[in-house]
């Protein structure tokens, strides 16, 4: 790694570190009076949409820069072994959401509600949303929702978020020159965008419309969910964050998509003639926008009890023209988006609060996106969530003594069936379980093969068969996402 990547953080080498040493400290009396005095914070949660582990400048990557999202690791704590909820959209959202991981949350799958939206959250659904609410919070989210087409239980509006700007529907989110966005319950559409015009950014207006509810809401509490769609496919950015870098990359191999027909800005991923080029822009521009949000918190005079989250839904993709390996975007872990392997749901995770979270501090506590919503109930001083498969991580933030998961546990439905469970330093993972839920478990010690090369299962039975009783506890059947299996046995 050059100098110039190291100086961005000088805990470089213990941020992409896979260590699991968790520091067992106890509550000092400076941490017992911030719990005692401080007011419950403002809460911003960025999330990004198929960033790697190694996209960014801090973790490693040497083909472009982040420095705001650096400035913000430096700034905060830095979460070396997080976890998203899924590794795909909808069922990571949902278990960011309702704090329940995909074995038991509403929404397991990408299910398609035509002609626009995905298959929704369930009523009885309790969000982290409909929470802050509850307690007086304004809240808003801008980006991509994905968790139920508009006017559904599911809608935003019906999940405790008082305004919606943005993509309802994760196909359309594919597409960054939308024909329309979804403000609330009102379609609204971007003139500048008809036909094959490309005219109108979503990132850009979706970001304007983010910081428009910050200064709307500067004189009360409120939460801010920001699902951004960077860098997800298709390959898009505009003209000016493309000449940054046009010739850093060329020659460039040019990916031809679709350019018109019923797919073209309905979930098709256009033609792009430089693809480098445009992912390393697009990246360029969500650090930028992180860049702003914080401007924006210092100019109102509500940075100081502003919590901001940042992360992202699932490991690289592999779309659009997209290049992870030559961006190393996985940071050598093994898998992409789809797997259940360390690349697929292995995040970066950055939590940032002046004055109380130490500034340039690591963490290698292992958590995930369950883990938000009981760690919301913390920060507002209420009891913990009935329903939820989180512990919240507060106390890690606060330097306090902090609990630890017994273990963690995925499923995914594609792909033939994927099951998953992170156990201390143990990853057990089973595919093609779809039709045969006793299909064989790998095994990896992840202390000593971070990149899961060597399945040790034949030497660790003990540990395969406790896993095996992990997955069998932790799934419970969907009537809307069940595996093959348990349709067969339905018939």
Not at 142 to 149: D, E, I, S
Not at 299 to 303: K, Q, S
């Given at each position: 790694m050059s100098s110039k990547h190291l100086s961005h953080f000088p805990l470089i080498c213990t941020l992409i570190a896979l260590s699991l040493i968790v520091v067992d400290c106890k509550p000092s009396k400076k941490n017992e009076e911030i719990r005692e005095t401080v007011n419950a914070p403002n809460i911003i949660y960025i999330l990004a949409d198929d960033l790697g582990y190694g996209d960014l400048s801090c973790t490693g990557q040497q083909h472009f820069d982040t420095p705001n999202i650096d400035?913000?690791?430096?700034d905060g704590m830095f979460f070396t072994q997080h976890y998203s909820g899924s590794t795909v959209c909808a069922p990571s959202r949902s278990a960011l959401m309702t704090g329940q991981h995909t074995g038991h949350t509403f929404i397991r799958g990408n299910k398609e509600v035509r002609p626009e939206g995905q298959h929704p959250l369930e009523s009885e659904a309790i969000t982290v949303a409909e929470l802050l609410q509850q307690q007086g919070y304004a809240t808003g989210a801008?980006?991509?929702?994905?968790?139920?087409?508009p006017g559904s239980e599911g809608d935003p509006n019906n999940q405790g978020f008082d305004e919606f700007y943005g993509y309802n529907c994760q196909r359309i989110g594919h597409n960054y020159y939308p024909y329309h966005m979804w403000h609330n319950q009102e379609k609204q559409l971007l003139d500048g965008n008809k036909n094959s015009e490309t005219n109108a950014y979503g990132p850009d207006i979706i970001h304007e419309k983010a910081l428009a509810f910050l200064e709307a809401n500067k004189d009360r509490k409120f939460f801010m969910y920001y699902p951004s769609v960077i860098p997800h496919a298709e390959l898009a950015a505009p003209e000016s964050y493309m000449t940054k870098f046009r010739e850093k990359f060329a020659p460039e191999k040019e990916y031809k998509g679709i350019d018109d027909g019923e797919h073209y800005k309905n979930g098709g991923y256009g033609s792009q003639k430089e693809p480098h080029a445009a992912f390393a822009a697009m990246v360029s521009l969500l650090d930028d926008q992180v860049g702003e949000i914080r401007e924006k918190l210092q100019?109102?005079?509500?940075?100081e009890n502003t919590i901001i989250i940042f992360t992202s839904d699932n490991g690289p993709h592999m779309e659009g023209g997209a290049d992870p390996d030559f961006f190393d975007s996985n940071a050598h872990l093994k898998g992409y988006k789809r797997d259940l392997y360390e690349g697929g749901i292995r995040v970066p995770m950055i939590a940032y609060w002046p004055d109380?979270?130490?500034?340039?501090?690591?963490s290698t506590h292992i958590s995930a996106f369950w883990d938000f919503l009981p760690t919301v109930h913390d920060l507002l001083q209420l009891d913990p969530p009935e329903h939820t498969d989180g512990i919240s991580f507060l106390p890690e933030l606060l330097g306090e003594k902090q609990d630890k998961h017994d273990h963690l546990y995925w499923e995914f439905l594609e792909k033939g069936g994927r099951q998953a469970v992170r156990l201390d330093q143990w990853k057990g993972v089973r595919y093609n379980m779809s039709q045969n839920p006793d299909a064989p478990v790998e095994l990896y010690n992840l202390t000593t093969d971070k990149g899961e090369t060597q399945d040790v299962s034949a030497e660790h039975p003990e540990i395969v068969q406790k896993i095996v009783e992990i997955m069998k506890e932790e799934h419970s059947q969907s009537r809307v996402f069940p595996f093959e299996y348990e349709k067969s046995a339905e018939e």
């Open positions: 400035k913000l690791a430096r801008f980006g991509k929702w994905g968790l139920g087409y100019t109102l005079g509500i940075a109380k979270i130490k500034a340039g501090s690591t």
